[in-house]
């Protein structure tokens, strides 16, 4: 068997040079112990945009032999490590090419390690995380996640300090001499050698049982065998039905019920529906229709179709009526509009312990200009 292998899953496009660095990393450290390393992506520029979810693999060996075995399976699902680049897929993930909702642990081998880079406590990330049904680690390296653009990279050293932590939770993946040579090829890097070996020493690392972790059963559905294929290509269509509470009328937008896109999002819009105009540019500008409207003219987010792209917050006429909070501070995608109308006075307070207390949160490069704009402000 091989030595070990290490999935990344990270954010899309926002995350996808990280993801690339840590797993070229792992195989350049791997090499310089004498082993053999191979890192490869599941997934193009195409569904990793809008930060859908998405996978790199990185496998290291001690023979040629040990490797082309491990590789001849497709799917890498006994991982010693699965990496985090951001702590909100803690929640699962639909990605691309998979059918249903996986749990971040889905891949990882019992007793193996879930290395994420959070600000969180790891009974607050256990708490999102499904249930395995084996035991496994949770390690944590303190810090919020990384995003930069396509074009750009944010050198944080995010890369330097999740190599440093997974020596300290594998070393018989990679030690950490091997990830400070590594770092200082072709050139010399102090600062990042400090960050790998911070992240070394301080690397937080828990145990998780086996019937830890939400016990929420993860969507999921079937597709049908080769048996019921035809002789030619049919796509069949479905009737798209949506239930609106209190609908009496008007627009309601066909989603399927088994595409989920709440998946891709590291925050999500909150509501403020007593400032709330009714000026529909929301509901006209929202790029998967994840706007429902409701019976007294306000517009709903479904939040199980929203993917958290912002545009509402940025068209929205009326200050802080739509903000975007940190998904991180929610455990369901339940109604704001019914919690609205049910308690106005309780969804109020809701609403404001959400908006006021949040972490400053990032969700992605938004504008051009953006990434360098963040830099300044962090050097004043």
């Not at 790891?122 to 390296?141: E, M, T």
């Not at 006075?345 to 404001?352: G, N």
Request: proline share 5%.
């Amino acid at each position: 068997m091989p030595t070990g292998s290490v999935e990344v899953v990270y954010r899309g496009v926002f995350q996808k040079n990280l993801a690339k660095n840590i797993c070229r990393g792992i195989v350049f450290a791997a090499k310089k112990q004498g082993k053999i390393g191979i890192a490869f992506g599941r997934y193009s520029d195409s569904p990793e945009r809008n930060g859908i979810p998405a996978k790199q693999f990185a496998v290291v060996a001690d023979t040629e032999e040990e490797m082309e075995e491990y590789l001849s399976r497709y799917e890498p699902d006994n991982n010693d490590v699965t990496i985090v680049a951001d702590d909100t897929l803690c929640k699962g993930l639909e990605s691309w090419a998979w059918n249903g909702l996986q749990p971040i642990n889905k891949l990882l081998k019992a007793g193996g390690t879930l290395l994420v880079i959070s600000t969180r406590s790891a009974n607050s990330l256990i708490r999102d995380i499904h249930r395995k049904g084996a035991p496994y680690n949770l390690a944590i390296v303190r810090g919020a996640a990384s995003f930069s653009g396509m074009w750009v990279y944010r050198d944080d050293h995010t890369d330097a300090r999740l190599l440093g932590a997974l020596a300290k939770v594998a070393p018989h993946i990679v030690s950490l001499d091997a990830i400070v040579a590594t770092i200082n090829e072709p050139k010399k890097s102090e600062l990042k050698a400090a960050s790998a070996q911070q992240a070394y020493d301080m690397v937080g690392m828990s145990e998780v049982g086996a019937d830890q972790g939400n016990d929420t059963v993860p969507f999921s559905f079937d597709l049908p065998g080769w048996h019921a294929m035809e002789e030619c290509l049919v796509v069949r269509a479905r009737k798209v039905s949506q239930k609106v509470p209190g609908w009496d009328g008007g627009y309601v937008p066909g989603r399927s019920p088994t595409y989920k896109k709440f998946a891709t999002r590291t925050m999500r819009p909150v509501i403020n529906f007593d400032t709330c105009t009714k000026c529909t540019i929301c509901w006209l500008q929202c790029p998967d229709t994840a706007f429902d409207i409701t019976p007294d003219g306000h517009y709903d987010a479904n939040m199980e179709a929203c993917c958290g792209c912002g545009v509402c917050e940025a068209v929205c006429p009326v200050a802080d009526c739509v903000t975007m909070v940190n998904e991180e501070a929610f455990t369901d995608n339940q109604s704001q509009w019914q919690m609205w109308t049910k308690d106005k006075a309780a969804y109020a307070a809701w609403r404001s312990e959400r908006v006021s207390a949040q972490p400053v949160r990032s969700h992605g490069f938004h504008h051009v200009g953006q990434y360098a704009e963040e830099i300044s402000n962090e050097r004043r």
